[in-house]
Structures are given as structure tokens and as C-alpha cells.
């Protein structure tokens, strides 16, 4: 029927004449099979079946059924005729040009049977029932290739291996399934083979539908398991057109002339309906022209275009033609972006600009220049508009909803603004920072303090720094940048009941903190109907009595109270918080300069009234200058009230906790408070970081007193008396004791019987320090008196700060009595203190030819080390202390030693002699010998005896004894010896009075 016959003799007749055509057509025929269409046989059967349908205009349908090594294709359409048997027969010339809408473009398509088959075969049943078919067949034409000797050589150098599509058969033996009018069928050359075809039937997906829109389905039989393709679930947006004659010159210019012969274009987009799930299934991100080329396509969704292809027909050709359907692809994504619902799930459709490769990267270009102006994005109350009319913030539904009349453009929820196409789209992401800086001005001056409210509800919290400037609502009808520095009043408020457990602060209708009384004080009160936690959160305080009194603006209308025009409001207002806040006296002693009307009418500052009745008035100074508190404001509110604004009554305590001992921060307003403080740290080691005091307790007031008798007698007891006792301060990480700011204030003044208490000593004291300190009055317990300063023993004088100084400045005044025995005591004491404890003295106590005297150190006062030097300096004031803490004492004193000021030299002549043997035995460390002298001489002076350069040299007996003793380390023994040397016979009796001594003595 298909005149198969006269197809072969032509072919063959044209291959006999040009040999050089048969391997034309050959290699060919390889190129397209094993090149451009070696993985494109489902493809190019599926477009085959499409073009079927499409001719015969009913929905198209394919089957594909793998089994037994043999691949059958099964659809619906127009039958094979004459032509398409023609057309599969040829290369590069197709019977479809001028179908519109065809799939197949350029011929060569059948030709991707030829990677997997010897023995391909197409039969179709005509309307008639008839079926007819055509097969082709390697080895059949290669006999016939064989039987031409014109082309021996040809088929020699090509190993056998001949064209298989060019010499059809008829085959009339192939059965069509019921239902279907075409069947090809295709006996797969091997293992291989029928693996590649295996891979190309999986791989198969929605691909193949949505680029041949005329194939409706593809069922795919294998391994006993059908799968069905279609387009359903795909939204699809297609534009076409045809080319004027004008566009057809200017388009083509570098195209074939069958392809100019085809003057039509379409774009086609196609994506999942449900993008969530892997709804594109087995599509390749390539670009389909019609077919899949390996153009890669890295865009979300599926084009099918009629671009230009290279002749490999795998990859778009670059020229205008390509260039306008880039540009009608880019319009037609944006356009299907328009139809998609306008969910977040919008975004991942939205391209970047890198592409993966020249195609992608030109489409996605002109995509991106066109969106940012395209209407896409839904609003929560202004519906869609373009991207760069559109605004981000993050945020519930709830919060978007209350901004959406202030941010113009905004979103709706879900859509995220760290998503990067909103960048692509032209969006503006707006910070909460910037939110909250749009909730100002004329934008809510109509909102009342509900909504305010309604928005800290739904106002995302998660970064405070970035929220922390938002506006809140005052009592007064003011609206402030911020929460901190407010106060948000609640119905617990002025009770017991802690902030932190308020979990929700309704609107109250009524509190115990006024508004109106609190408004002299200027306060920043939050609108009751827009009080909410997260204020609380954001750095308002909950308006207690106590925060309300420790706000700034408090503190600065009690300090601008006394120069206010009407300060009587601001007293009212701070006493009844002071009253309902439950203060005691000197919890605040900033309150002390609260204006206050006193008795007389005039006004005072608080901290310069007294209560009339309180223990305090009959104790201060008539001449000081205070007032009484006026009786009214006493009926009112009570001395303890008072007392805890400032008005004195007893003493005013000052109580404070982890107090810096630094001038910047340690400030009670206390009489010589930065002297103490200078006093105190002193006594510390120099540190980085400042000291803390963790509980400060101090009595004010303390220079205004003139009964002290009576006052001390109150200080010295509970609970005054807890100011006297030393505080512990934490330095350096270790816990030390200072004077506490009140017993020092009390040391450095005349308290005790018009005499200060360090010029003081108990009564019961260290009997050393008599005749240097006065004795304390009675009526004050020994502790008491030494806690402000009063001197108890020599050993606690010289531990204190300052003592040894305090020490020597007494002992060098000459109006106090000191014996040689206490002296002696004195310099034995201060010899063990370190010396870089002690300013060197101006004036000492010494001894001067016997009497104890002052003498300045002009006078040349010096320590003797050993007593031979006494004769060499006794013109000199002479600190006389045991000879082995001379060396110590000199360096307390910074006095020279006597071995310092003299020479020492013995100039007179001697005679050496033995020492006794009975010298010895009582001196065994004495020398064997020494020099007696008829006159010694030391410096030219006459003296008894002297040890000089390791030899002993003396006058007489005595000095004999004294420089034998000294020599051996005995001096206690000097006497002994002189007796010794004076009569020989008493030797046994006085080593027997040495065996009697003590053992303490040994």
C-alpha cells in the first residue's frame, strides 16, 4: 500500500550513483540516533502520537508497554499514509510543516529508534479496518547494499554497518490494540538497550503532556504495573502569534528556509498546582522546544517554547529570534504569576538572577526587570499591588492587622520578610525599629489609649531593644517616645503584692495612687486604659509608692520644691507616698530637702525642722538654725511620717546597701562624708575596681548636737549603737573592717568632756599609755568608749592607722610625763613596727645626761647599739632601748645609730695580756687575750674600756669585765666578772650561784 518498493529502488538508485550519498545518509542517520536523539525515543514517540491526534483532532493517547526485550507505542490520531512513511524514510524533511501546532519540526525524529532496535516496524488500522504498516530492517538492507558492487566499498569501509530507516518494507502482519489506530513496534537490541529504554519509561513525567498539549495521556505499562501522565494539576499560562513578513526577514535572517516556512510562535508555562508536594515529579528543569533539550532551565516551573535549536537539537540557537522569545517567555512568567493565587507560596516562584546558563540567566533578567511594577502581592487592606509598593514586616496576623492603615503596602502574615525574592520583587522590609517609629505623629494622633493597649496585646516582642522605643498614652493626654521613665499604675498597686506576680494588668477603675494627687510631681503615669505587661517589660516601673518616689522626677520635685511658687501640693503628694510607701526614718535622706512649712509659717527644708515633741530637740545647738514642724502636717500624717521625710526627731539614721566606696557614688549627704571616705580608703590597698560597703549604716545630723553626755549616752545604745560598730567592706574579693562613718565622725570631735576621743584612754587601760592619754569620763561602757576612738592598750594604739605616728607626736610633746621605765617600754614596742608605717618624727623622747627629755632631731639625737660608744656620744640625746633593737628602732625613726656618728678608733697604746683562767670558765666565749691600757684613749677620749676590731681593750677592772663580757655575748654578766676579777678565791662560789639559776634563764 505504501509503495515501499519504488521507496528502496529509488533510494538505492541514488546511493548506485553517488556512493558518496549512501554514506551521507549513514552517517547521518548515526549522528541523529546515537547524538542528538540517542535518549529522545519516548520522547519522539509521544510527539509522534501527539501530531496524530492533533491531525485527526481527537484527544490524544499513548500507551507504552515494555516486555519480553520488545517496546510497543500504541495511540490514537491520524493513521500512517503515504507521506509520513515518506517522511520517516528521510532525513531532515518533514511532512508536518504546515500543521500548526505540530510537535514534530524537523524530521529526524523517528530516528532516535535506531539507538535501541535493528528492526523497527509502524502499522496503522485505516477507517476502513484495514491495517497496514511498514517495517525496516538492518540485515535485509544490508544484502541489498551488498548486492551493488558500486557500493562495496562504501559498505567495506563502514564495517557492514548501513543506513536503517531509508529502506522500508512493507508489513502488513501487525496487530493494532482495540482502541488505538497506530502501533509501533520495536524489538530492542539488547541487555542495553532495553535498559536505556527502561530509564527513558521512568523518567517519563508531566513533561510530555504539558509540551503536546494534543496528548492528553501516557500510560506507561511495565513490569505488570500501568502509570498513568497527564497535565491534570498544572496551571498553565501559553501566548502565541504569527510572524508578519516584516518579523519574518528580521527574526529568520540566520534560520532554514523550512523554519521560516513555519512563521508561528508559542510560549507555554506550566507549574504544579500544588507546589508543596514534588508535584513536577520526573520534569527536568530544561528548556522544552517543544521537546526536552539540555538547555538547563533552573526556574520553578516548566517553558515549552518554539525556540530555535542548533542542529544537534539539543541546545537553543542564540540570535533575534531566540532574543524575542526570551522576551515573550519573561511576560508570559509574569503573567502566570498573576493568575497563581496570591499566597507566600508565590515567593519560591519568583526568580534570582543567577542562572545556570546564558538561556536561564536572559530569561530570569528580563523576568526581574518586570516584576517590581507588576501587581502580585496581596495587602492586608489596600488588595494587590505592585512589589514596589509593597511593605514587610514580621509579625502575628493580629499586629499586621492594627499597623496595616499606618505601614502603607503591608503584607499580610505568612509573608515572610527575610524571604530574597521580596528583594527581586522591589518589596521594602520594614524593621519593628522603623514600625515603631511610624507609630508617631498625625498617624495615630486619633488613637485612644484602648487601642494603644490593644497593640502592646499583639506588638511582637521577641527583640525589646528594637520595640523599646514605642509610644505610650500619659494620664495627662501626653503621648511619650518609650516606656522606660513611665509608670503604670495597677489595682495593686500601694499593696503588698510584688510586680513580678502580676500577670495581667486590666484597665483599673480604681487605685490606691491618684493621678490627680500624684500630679504636682509631674510624673509620666500611663493611661490606666492602656496599661499592659509589656510596658513593664520594656522598662516601665509599676507604680508602687516606692517607685513612685524613687522616679527622677520625683527627686526633682522634691529638690525645686523650696524655690517653687506653691509647694505645698508637692509636700502633700511625696508625704502620703512616704506614708503609704511605709519609709522609716533614713531609708531616703534625699527627702530631706522636701519644702516643708514649720509652725513659725515659714518654709523649710525638711532635714531642717524638728518635731516638737521628738528626743532630738532638747539635744541640737540653740543657735542652730531649725525649725518645728507645723502641728497640722504632725496631725495629719504623724511623726513617723515625718521622720521618714527628713524631719528630725531622735537621731536620723542613713541606711543604704552595696554602697561604692568611690567619691562619685558614695554620697549620703553627710557632714565630712568625703573626708571619711578619703580616711577609709587609706586604710585599703590601691584597687581597680572600687570597694563595696555591703550594708552602710550612718546617724546624721551629728554636727548640730551640743548636749553630748546625753547624746552619747543614746548613740551607745540599740539601735543607734549599730552605727558606732565597724563596717565590713569587701575589697579585692576578701572582707575587711573599717571605721564606720559615724564612730569616726565622733573620733575627730571634742564629745567626751570637751575632750576628743583619741586624746582618751579606759580607765582601765594599758598602764604604758598613762601620762599620754587623759582618762576617759564614766557613764560609757569600755566598748562603746573604744569604738569612737578611745585608746585601750599600747598593742591595739599601734596596730591601729595612724598609731605609731600618734605614738611618737605624743611622746614628743613636753607638757606629758614619761619615766625612763615607761620610755624604755615604748621604744621596745615601736621598734616592731614596720617603718614604712612612719613618717620620720621632727622631735624625740630621749635621755640626756640622765634626765628624759624632748629633743628635736636638729639636736642629734641617735640610737645606741653598744654600750662602749656611751662615753663617745654622751653629749648627744640618747634613745636608750635593749642594744639588739637598735638597728630596728634607727630605721622607725630614721635616727642614726651612735657607731654611725663616731669613729670609734682606740689612739693609745696597750700591752696584750691573757685572760684569767678563771674569766674563762665563766666567759667560755670570752677572747684569750686583750690590751690593757694605763689610759685608754677612743677618739681622743678618755674611756674605761672598749671593743675594737675583734680585740678587747680596757682600763682598770670594770672595764676589764664590761669589754670581756661584751666580747663573749654575756652582758648580763658584767658584774659577776668585775666581782671575779677583784678576788680569784670567790670563782667556786659564784659558778655555783650560776648552777642554781632558773631554767628560764639557761
Known sequence: MFDTARLRDTVLAAWTASPARFREDANAEEDFA??????????????????????????????????????????????????????????????????????????????????VTDAPSIASRLPSGEVHGVRWSREETAALVAARPELSAELEGREGHVPLLRLPFSDDSLEVPEGFDTLV??????????????????????????????????????????????????????????????????????????ERARPYWEVRWAVPGDRRADARGRVHRVVHAPTPSDEPLDLPALLIASFPMTTDRRHVAPGPLTDFLVARAAEAYVRLLGELPATPDLLDLVPGLMGKGALDAAIRREIVRALPDTPL????SEGVVPGNQARAVEGPAEFLEKIAGIVPGLLPAGWSSRHPALATLGVRRVEPADVVDMLSGEAVEDKDPAWWRSLYEVLPADDPEAIGAIAVPLADGRLVRGPRGTLVLSQESGTSEPASSLTSLDPPSLTSLDPALLAPLGLRIVHPDAAHPLLLRLGAAEATPRTVLEDPLTHAAVAESQNSADPEPVAQAVLALVDAAGLTAGEAPWLAELALRGADGELYAAGELLLAEGSLAGLIDPEVPFGVAAPDLVEKFGPHVLAAAGVLDGFAVVNDSDVLLDPAECDHDLDLEDEWLEAVLDLLPDLDVPPVVREFTAVRDLEYVADWQNALALLSRPPLRAALRPMRVLAAGETVEVPSYTAWWLSRHEVLAGRRPTELRLPTGDPLLFGLYGEAPAGIDDDALKMIGVRSTLADLLDSHGGPEELLDLLADSSLEVDRAQLRSLWIALAAVDPDRVSPPEAVRAVLKGTVTVADVEDGPVVVEAPDLLPLVEDRPLVLAPFDLAEALSEVLDLPLAGEVVTGAVTSAGTEKPVPPEVRSLLPGAPATYVEHDELLVDGRPVPWRFFEGAVHATGVDGLARGLAWAAGQWGDRLAVAALLRDPARVPLLLAEADLDPTASI
Open 34 to 115: 546515537l547524538g542528538g536523539y540517542r535518549d529522545r525515543l519516548v520522547v519522539e514517540l509521544a510527539q509522534n502520537a501527539a501530531d496524530a491526534a492533533l491531525r485527526a483532532g481527537v484527544p490524544g493517547r499513548l500507551r507504552l508497554t515494555l516486555a519480553d526485550g520488545v517496546l510497543l507505542a500504541a495511540n490514537v490520531g491520524a493513521p500512517l499514509d503515504q507521506t509520513g512513511v515518506e517522511g520517516l524514510c528521510t532525513l531532515r524533511v518533514s511532512g508536518k510543516k504546515d500543521e500548526v501546532g505540530a510537535a514534530g519540526r524537523f524530521g529526524v525524529g523517528f530516528a532516535a529508534v535506531v539507538s
Open 185 to 258: 513496534r520495536l524489538p530492542l537490541r539488547d541487555e542495553a538497550a532495553e535498559q536505556a529504554v527502561r530509564r527513558m519509561l521512568e523518567e517519563a513525567g508531566p513533561a510530555l503532556p504539558l509540551s503536546m498539549p494534543a496528548l492528553e495521556t501516557v500510560e506507561i505499562e511495565m513490569d505488570g504495573r500501568i502509570r498513568t501522565i497527564s497535565a491534570e494539576g498544572w496551571h498553565v499560562v501559553a501566548e502565541s502569534g504569527t510572524f508578519t513578513p516584516e518579523q519574518v526577514a528580521e527574526l529568520f535572517a540566520d534560520r532554514p528556509t523550512e
Open 377 to 380: 502581592l496581596p495587602t492586608v
